[in-house]
């Protein structure tokens, strides 16, 4: 909306309110520099003696006498205004306000504005007829930027809510605030104050001011310092006002007779509807104060009264009140010393009461039973939209959480199976059509619906998916998109499920691959283990390769029966480390082998490349024949190619050739008949 006033009946309303700011002071006092506004700041300069100034101001002539140049000031647009503010007061413009003037909301926390910055700000605003809302917290105005402010807010009708919050306002700063309150001349619906040094006396002037006050509705007075005695003064103010719905007091200090006063002020209020007194430190007294105040006050929606130092005994006294109460819906009681018993208190409180329109408990701190659940459980039933939000169940913290289905999922099985769609199954919920619910109906409605299967757990986080931001409504209108997120999450799932088989496949086969390669890598170098009962076998001798120094007897444990042990140990140098257990293996299986009639030449042969294969005394004897000539041709070959190749072949090469060569002659001379027949009776 652009600024230019064409029309002369604009101009001279917009000279009037800037002259009734500027220059007329109020009839209970002199005019402050903080009252100064642009037509003083702008034509300050043209005056060169203070007598004219005052001769201008106090001359009914005035208006002719400096026309044209009050009109050309107020013909000028809003940039243009603040920035020639900004010259007169010397400060540097925020570049922010110049791009977001037209705009409703005017963001401008954390600026550092200081006092000169706020009194521009005032002054480009008297004729500001777009901001609505307007920001100002952490900006070090003090009381003399509030001032300018106040002044401002006197001119223009169309900011509705105000944030000045750490500023450090003080006691004169609240004095201003406080006759602009009594006089009920700005548009103000909401204004934070919160962390502005406000003590015991401070609370005197707001409660005087806020008795007669029907503009305010919302106001933030956290974070200050009125104590007990500021407690007292605001419990009468309490009981007296009749237009504020929201009134936060928390972080002041109230004790316990600034809750009792404030109990008493709520006991009669007919018009709050949101109170927050945590984090005072009332104790028991405030809370059975609360309780009693309950018990009148049918109009009070949400209390808050978290960390208070409420036991169970407070706890309980609270809960008479719930017992009458019809009307609160949200009770937080959270960072409070209670236990279960309070938790059960509270419950059977709402248990008792039919006309109960509770809609949430908050004991997050409080970690409860299974006699609870079953006792919420129950009141569930009576009161579907209830919600107790609880820190744990004690004993199955370690425990693994039960796995429930996902409840979006279940929603769209159900309308994929009956051909419909997502709004069908919402809009029977929404009585006005407007595609918005809240939360407690909503929680209403999937408990008493018997469609799905659901119970309170899912319903929970069904209603912590379609309500992220905790606005208190189900907007139905985006659950096209929370249905299409949940496609690409179960996607997702799956890519990860499939990524993670492909890893531990992969992972599997690279083991494998590597147990394989060292088996081989063994079984090049002719390694045999010989056990009884088994008949020879023999594998073909590759080229020799490097192999690393772990030892044969890690990869098995050979065990070796027979009478031939002696010979098969001196033949096989490789396995002279075992001899001594071998040997006493063979003392103990003597008789053994001999009761079951079995020779000597019946030997195991286990090879690491089948670490399982086994040879029975079962097999024919046309099996073991093969075997034997196998290993005959093996000897013959080897013996062939060692002569070939013995002058080119290195003295390492040479040595592991003999040393194979010697293997395979003595593993033949094993596996003759007629040999261990020999061997066996000399022996004997």
Not at 364 to 370: A, D, E, I, P
Not at 430 to 449: C, L, T, W, Y
Request: net charge negative; hydrophobic share 35%; with cysteine.
């Amino acid at each position: 909306m652009e600024h230019e006033f064409s029309d002369s009946e604009e101009d001279e309303v917009c000279i009037h309110r800037m002259k009734q700011i500027s220059f007329i002071p109020d009839q209970n006092e002199e005019m402050s520099e903080g009252s100064l506004s642009v037509e003083f700041l702008l034509l300050a300069d043209q005056s060169n003696s203070p007598a004219e100034e005052k001769t201008r101001a106090d001359s009914s002539d005035t208006d002719l006498e400096i026309e044209d140049p009050e009109r050309s000031f107020a013909t000028m647009k809003g940039a243009e205004l603040y920035l020639e503010a900004c010259k007169l007061v010397g400060v540097v413009p925020v570049s922010y306000f110049l791009r977001n003037m037209e705009e409703p909301y005017m963001n401008l926390n954390h600026h550092g504005l200081g006092p000169q910055g706020a009194k521009a700000i005032a002054i480009a605003l008297v004729s500001n007829t777009t901001i609505t809302h307007l920001e100002l917290e952490d900006n070090w105005i003090l009381a003399e930027g509030v001032t300018c402010l106040v002044q401002m807010l006197r001119e223009n009708c169309y900011i509705q809510e105000l944030n000045v919050s750490n500023n450090h306002i003080g006691t004169e700063g609240a004095e201003a605030i406080s006759r602009m309150f009594l006089d009920n001349i700005s548009s103000l619906r909401a204004v934070q104050l919160s962390g502005n040094n406000f003590r015991e006396e401070t609370a005197q002037y707001f409660a005087e001011a806020l008795v007669g006050n029907y503009r305010v509705k919302e106001l933030d007075l956290s974070h200050n310092e009125f104590s007990e005695k500021g407690g007292e003064h605001l419990g009468q103010m309490l009981a007296n006002n009749e237009a504020l719905e929201f009134l936060n007091l928390s972080w002041n200090h109230l004790r316990m007779k600034g809750a009792v006063a404030l109990g008493a002020g709520l006991r009669v209020n007919g018009t709050l509807k949101i109170l927050d007194l945590s984090w005072n430190g009332f104790g028991n007294e405030g809370a059975l104060a609360l309780g009693e105040a309950l018990k009148l006050n049918n109009i009070l929606v949400k209390l808050d009264i978290s960390s208070n130092h409420i036991n169970n005994e407070g706890a309980g006294k609270l809960a008479k009140g719930l017992e009458v109460n019809g009307n609160l819906k949200i009770l937080k009681l959270s960072h409070n010393p209670l236990t279960v018993e309070g938790a059960v208190a509270l419950v059977t409180s709402i248990r008792k009461n039919p006309k109960s329109k509770m809609e949430e408990i908050n004991i997050s701190n409080v970690l409860v039973n299974g006699s609870f659940l079953k006792l919420l459980d129950v009141v569930c039933q009576v009161h579907p939209e209830l919600d107790v939000i609880y820190g744990g169940v004690r004993g199955f913290i370690s425990k693994k959480p039960e796995q429930r289905p996902d409840p979006m999922k279940l929603i769209q099985n159900y309308l994929d199976e009956r051909k419909l769609r997502l709004w069908d199954f919402f809009r029977n919920m929404d009585k006005n059509g407007s595609m918005k619910i809240p939360v407690a109906e909503f929680r209403k409605a999937m408990m008493q619906q018997s469609r799905i299967p659901l119970d309170r757990a899912q319903i929970g986080e069904l209603v912590h998916k379609l309500d992220r931001h905790q606005t208190g409504m189900v907007d139905y209108r985006s659950l096209v998109d929370t249905q299409k997120q949940m496609v690409r999450d179960q996607r997702w799932q799956l890519r990860r499920e499939e990524s993670r088989q492909k890893k531990e496949k992969h992972k599997s086969e690279q083991v494998l691959q590597t147990f394989k390669t060292a088996v081989e890598m063994v079984t090049s170098r002719s390694s045999l283990v010989m056990c009884s009962g088994q008949k020879p076998r023999a594998l073909p001798k590759s080229d020799l390769a490097h192999f690393p120094t772990t030892s044969v007897s890690s990869w098995c444990q050979p065990a070796i029966t027979g009478e031939s042990t002696s010979s098969q140990n001196s033949a096989e140098p490789a396995f002279s480390e075992q001899k001594g257990s071998s040997s006493h293996q063979l003392s103990q299986s003597e008789p053994h082998s001999a009761s079951r009639g079995m020779s000597t030449s019946d030997l195991e042969v286990k090879f690491y490349s089948q670490p399982n294969l086994s040879i029975s005394e079962a097999q024919t004897h046309s099996q073991y024949s093969t075997a034997t000539s196998d290993l005959e041709t093996y000897s013959k070959t080897q013996s062939s190619d060692n002569a070939t190749s013995y002058r080119v072949m290195s003295r390492e090469t040479r040595r592991s050739a003999h040393e194979s060569h010697y293997l395979a002659r003595n593993c033949h001379a094993a596996s003759s008949p007629q040999k261990h027949g020999h061997n066996a009776k000399s022996s004997k």
